[in-house]
């Protein structure tokens, strides 16, 4: 289970990790009128990694952080995903069409941003 922490950020979307080790992150969003699930960004305890580059153009986006050995608390948003590197749109059909599903969590970035950090902490 992660906890987070979101403030402004200087390009995009950026993730940093402050967990104490390292995450792997996908995220998913509307790109030309059709939910995306991109992957993976592997990031080391310490380090900010930007999926999303430029100005943000969504509101929501949602993101999935995996640890080895490690349980991810989301809240159900379901998007299709691969444990390679992977961009596949749509969510529905994910096993039909050879993918897992997985469940991300939601990620608000207000009304008019274009920038948005979150940094993934330890529970509690």
Do not use: K
Not at 1 to 12: N, R, T
Not at 81 to 93: K, L, W
């Amino acid at each position: 289970m992660l906890a987070i922490c979101a403030g402004p950020a200087s390009a995009g979307l950026e993730i940093c990790n402050a967990t104490g080790q390292a995450q792997s992150v996908a995220i998913a969003q509307i790109i030309d009128g059709a939910w995306t699930a991109q992957g993976w960004w592997n990031i080391e305890d310490g380090s900010c990694a930007d999926p999303i580059e430029g100005a943000l153009l969504n509101r929501y986006y949602f993101y999935r952080a995996e640890v080895q050995g490690g349980v991810f608390a989301d809240q159900g948003y379901l998007f299709c995903v691969s444990d390679r590197t992977f961009s596949i749109s749509e969510h529905v059909a994910c096993r039909a069409r050879g993918y897992d599903q997985a469940g991300f969590t939601r990620i608000d970035t207000g009304d008019t941003a274009t920038h948005f950090r979150l940094t993934l902490v330890p529970p509690g």
